[in-house]
């Protein structure tokens, strides 16, 4: 059901594919979860969200619960996406 999804995100964990993948669903749908297995099959260090851009530019930056994000936080991960 979710094939493309999985697609996507091993794609983005092996370094190809898309550059940005973003998932949503409803509470306990298991989007944290593929996180950290992307995180942990990624061929590159893969790091969570911060609030700080990160400064090896190789790095798979991994953010989670974005909504919950203040305007700060915000204007930060949209730096760090750009």
């Known amino acids: 059901r979710n094939a493309e999804a999985v697609a996507a995100l091993r794609a983005l964990a092996q370094g190809g594919g898309e550059?940005?993948?973003?998932?949503w669903g409803v509470p306990g749908c298991g989007r944290s979860h593929l996180l950290g297995a992307v995180a942990a099959a990624s061929a590159?260090?893969?790091r969570r969200f911060d609030g700080g851009i990160p400064e090896d530019r190789g790095v798979l930056l991994?953010?989670?619960?974005?909504?919950r994000l203040d305007a700060a936080g915000q204007r930060a991960l949209f730096n760090a996406f750009n």
């Open 19 to 23: 550059a940005f993948v973003y998932l």
């Open 44 to 46: 590159r260090p893969a």
């Open 62 to 67: 991994l953010a989670d619960d974005v909504d």
